[in-house]
């Protein structure tokens, strides 16, 4: 079974930073595309960064150079540097990870989310 787990979320006042992680484990073979989404409240999840193994990103038009999303794939974890947040950065944020495990073949996975609140 394979589990994904988010850390990283809190308070931060606008124009600050955050660093969320998402840490995969269980029978992991290979990790293709990991992604984090957001939700925030009354709205729609949306695509926030993508990042292939082969190195390949996708931004969110959003986020306009403010995120960063990077692996380590020996640690099967993927990261989003958050700068220069703003208020409607707020939201729950969702590590998405299409994951080929060692018993059940290839599928999509989630994570339970992280709170990021922008505010003063």
């Known amino acids: 079974q394979v589990q994904l787990v988010e850390s990283g979320g809190g308070l931060v006042q606008p124009g600050g930073s955050l660093r969320l992680s998402c840490a995969a484990s269980?029978?992991?073979?290979?990790?293709?595309?990991m992604n984090w989404y957001r939700q925030a409240p009354g709205k729609q999840r949306e695509l926030v960064a993508t990042?292939?193994?082969?190195?390949?990103?996708y931004y969110g038009d959003f986020v306009k150079g403010r995120f960063a999303i990077s692996r380590d794939n020996a640690k099967n974890t993927v990261y989003l540097q958050m700068n220069s947040l703003k208020p409607e950065d707020t939201a729950v944020y969702y590590c998405?990870?299409?994951?080929?495990?060692?018993?059940?073949?290839?599928?999509?996975?989630w994570g339970q989310g992280t709170q990021v609140t922008v505010s003063s």
């Open positions: 998405n990870a299409d994951i080929w495990t060692t018993d059940r073949g290839r599928d999509d996975y």
């Open positions: 990042l292939t193994s082969g190195g390949i990103t």
């Open positions: 269980g029978s992991i073979f290979s990790i293709d595309i």
